[in-house]
């Protein structure tokens, strides 16, 4: 008898390890174009919205995310796969999303313009979801 109720406390402790990683940093914004426009935005883990109009500035705090932002940002980029997707397919105009760890590394980048099929619904869905939080 003890052993289903074992059985099941050790799956849901094992659920609650394994949940959704947490990264220290989520890097998204567009870029290119003639002008070489560039827009950059970065969330961290604590719900910290930055902006940087250029490559070269230093980021500026746009607002702090709500609980509830940074949950669906990261249930996202759980569904998404972010850290095991292989895309680099970027165009003269092209959209980025990167992901860092702790110490600032980046765990995974992926960036299209022309995504040639290989662009997912649910890294579409990531980003759009991202560019809108960025916008509000």
Same mark, same amino acid.
């Given at each position: 008898?003890?052993?289903?109720?074992?059985f099941?406390?050790?799956?849901?402790?094992l659920? &609650?390890?394994?949940c959704?990683?947490k990264?220290a940093? =989520?890097?998204?914004?567009?870029?290119?174009?003639?002008?070489? /426009?560039?827009q950059?935005?970065v =969330?961290?883990d *604590?719900g910290?919205?930055?902006?940087k109009? @250029?490559?070269n *500035?230093?980021?500026?705090?746009i607002?702090q995310l709500d609980? *509830?932002?940074?949950?669906?940002?990261?249930?996202?980029l759980?569904?998404? @796969?972010?850290?095991?997707l292989?895309i680099?397919?970027?165009d003269n =105009?092209y959209?980025f999303?990167e992901? /860092?760890n702790a110490?600032?590394?980046s #765990?995974?980048? #992926?960036i &299209?313009?022309k995504p040639?099929g290989k662009l997912?619904?649910e890294?579409? @869905?990531?980003?759009n979801?991202?560019?809108?939080?960025?916008?509000k």
């Amino acid at each position: 008898m003890k052993s289903p109720l074992v059985f099941i406390m050790l799956s849901i402790i094992l659920s &609650w390890v394994g949940c959704t990683p947490k990264y220290a940093a =989520v890097e998204f914004g567009q870029g290119g174009g003639m002008t070489d /426009k560039f827009q950059t935005y970065v =969330v961290n883990d *604590s719900g910290e919205l930055f902006g940087k109009a @250029d490559k070269n *500035s230093e980021p500026q705090l746009i607002r702090q995310l709500d609980n *509830s932002e940074l949950k669906t940002i990261y249930k996202k980029l759980k569904a998404a @796969d972010i850290a095991n997707l292989d895309i680099d397919t970027p165009d003269n =105009v092209y959209q980025f999303i990167e992901v /860092k760890n702790a110490e600032g590394n980046s #765990v995974n980048k #992926v960036i &299209w313009g022309k995504p040639d099929g290989k662009l997912t619904i649910e890294l579409a @869905d990531l980003y759009n979801y991202l560019m809108d939080i960025a916008k509000k």
